[in-house]
């Protein structure tokens, strides 16, 4: 007698329960992309809200909660785009993972917007448009709206296609886009213009030589000599120091100035005397941790890991004391206009502006900063602690001079062309080295294998710069378009 096999009753049951698995993960799959514009578009209008309780449901208070939500979205983008640059370096060279850079940014920009961020900032974005042009409040109102939209939209595209541009230059050219539009071309300042014009080339070139030339010294007077850890002993301190000092004059410069008025020589000052004493304070302990290290390039990474972190840590904090106005700059002169009815060259800035850009900054950092920070982190050129402490030193001093010089400077710029700066530095020695010791003679080596050799990928260094370029006339374009949609509805 044959066994007969068991029947399966519940094969039906089991067929259906794999095919709802399978809907599961899909819809998980498909859903998951959809999770951070979700957020954003809750704190959207949680903003709303709370603009709505604030300010009010008048007709006039119509305008400020509108400015509120846009003011939200334009946080959010500048936190997707332009804190990448601070955090990218350190966590490209592996001195912080992406999380440990995500929660490290949030609390440091949120910190610099609140503690040290502007109380005062030009409704006209440093004199781009003459405010006598634009006197009456209703128009100003909408050409401030226009400005603001027209930024926000400009560096969300950025974003997506993975450039990091200058907030700072796209609200200059939502400014100017919507002063052209509502008082012609005579309205904007075109020396000021062409001032930030100059700056979009040399910014990034100071910032990509003061970088190469900290990587050469670090190369020609550590990693080259016979005993290298001696020489991080003596060195590494004296490059910590110039950070600690940079850092004290840029938070001088661009800090106190709420509370009291700092000339750049006070500042210089106050960042020599930090840069001594930071430096006699990390001999020693630069000495301790050096103890037993083998006399290798590797084990010198470890000794600029932590001094990575500070910087990025610093660099936060400066920018969103220093940035934050980007983002509520034209809120805070819609508030004003609103609530006085006339047009101030500068205004106070409310606190619960401020935490609307704080806070805006912080979100749109988590949730969309990743792919930046990656991407300016890793796939520009290969970091590591030395190369990226380089890019974060001449971040922060080509800002003191560009500020001595009276250069209307963007730090996406800075930073990003300290970047390139040491990646074509890295190029350029890689090829001397291998001419001194004799690699490149005999066989001849292809253009196809010398383009491959390239330590900077040139695919990202053009999509980069020209959106450096257009960036000031794509944000004016966009500005102008959304005023005139703006005034045919409205009037």
């Known amino acids: 007698m044959t066994e007969q096999k068991p029947i399966n009753q519940w094969k039906t049951l089991d067929k259906d329960l794999n095919r709802i698995n399978l809907l599961e993960q899909a819809t998980h799959y498909v859903g998951r992309p959809l999770v951070a514009p979700g957020i954003a578009l809750c704190f959207i209008a949680l903003v709303t809200l709370a603009a709505t309780v604030i300010v009010g449901q008048s007709a006039s208070s119509l305008i400020i909660i509108a400015a509120a939500a846009f003011g939200a979205y334009m946080a959010l983008n500048i936190g997707a785009n332009d804190v990448a640059n601070n955090m990218g370096p350190a966590v490209g060279a592996n001195a912080l993972?992406?999380?440990?850079?995500?929660?490290?940014?949030?609390?440091?920009?949120?910190?610099?917007?609140?503690?040290?961020?502007?109380?005062?900032?030009?409704?006209?974005?440093?004199?781009?448009?003459?405010?006598?042009?634009?006197?009456?409040?209703?128009?100003?109102?909408?050409?401030?709206?226009?400005?603001?939209?027209?930024?926000a939209l400009w560096i969300n595209l950025a974003t997506v296609i993975g450039a990091p541009v200058s907030t700072t230059h796209s609200v200059v050219g939502g400014v100017m886009g919507a002063g052209i539009a509502a008082a012609g071309v005579a309205a904007v300042n075109w020396p000021m213009m062409g001032r930030i014009a100059a700056s979009w080339i040399i910014s990034p070139v100071m910032g990509g030589v003061i970088a190469a030339l900290f990587l050469a010294f670090i190369k020609a007077r550590i990693i080259y000599q016979d005993d290298k850890i001696a020489a991080a002993r003596r060195w590494v301190p004296v490059l910590i120091g110039i950070m600690a000092g940079s850092f004290a004059t840029y938070l001088a410069i661009k800090g106190l100035n709420r509370i009291i008025s700092v000339q750049l020589g006070t500042a210089l000052l106050i960042g020599l005397g930090f840069a001594l004493v930071t430096q006699l304070a990390v001999t020693p302990v630069i000495r301790r941790q050096s103890e037993g290290m083998e006399n290798r390039k590797k084990s010198l990474k470890k000794l600029f890991s932590i001094p990575l972190v500070l910087s990025a840590a610093l660099l936060s904090f400066a920018h969103g004391a220093n940035d934050v106005a980007n983002a509520v700059g034209p809120l805070a002169a819609i508030v004003h206009a609103v609530n006085s009815g006339d047009v101030a060259a500068r205004v106070v800035i409310p606190l619960w502006v401020m935490i609307i850009g704080a806070m805006g900054l912080s979100f749109g950092l988590v949730l969309f900063g990743p792919k930046l920070i990656r991407m300016v982190g890793s796939q520009i050129t290969k970091l590591n602690p030395m190369r990226a402490y380089c890019v974060s030193l001449a971040a922060a001093i080509t800002v003191i001079v560009a500020s001595w010089l009276g250069l209307p400077v963007s730090s996406t710029h800075i930073a990003v062309g300290a970047i390139f700066g040491v990646g074509f530095f890295r190029e350029w020695h890689a090829e001397r080295r291998a001419r001194q010791l004799g690699i490149t003679k005999g066989k001849p080596v292809a253009p196809e294998e010398?383009?491959?050799?390239?330590?900077?990928?040139?695919?990202?260094?053009?999509?980069?710069?020209?959106?450096?370029?257009?960036?000031?006339?794509?944000?004016?374009?966009?500005?102008?378009?959304?005023?005139?949609?703006?005034?045919?509805?409205a009037g």
């Open 97 to 151: 993972t992406l999380g440990g850079a995500l929660i490290i940014a949030a609390v440091c920009e949120t910190a610099g917007a609140l503690l040290a961020g502007g109380d005062v900032v030009g409704t006209i974005s440093g004199g781009i448009v003459d405010p006598a042009s634009v006197a009456d409040a209703g128009v100003f109102i909408w050409a401030m709206m226009s400005a603001l939209i027209a930024a």
């Open 450 to 489: 010398r383009r491959r050799r390239k330590l900077v990928r040139r695919s990202h260094f053009m999509t980069i710069v020209a959106a450096w370029v257009v960036t000031v006339p794509a944000a004016a374009f966009l500005s102008g378009a959304v005023f005139v949609a703006i005034s045919l509805i």
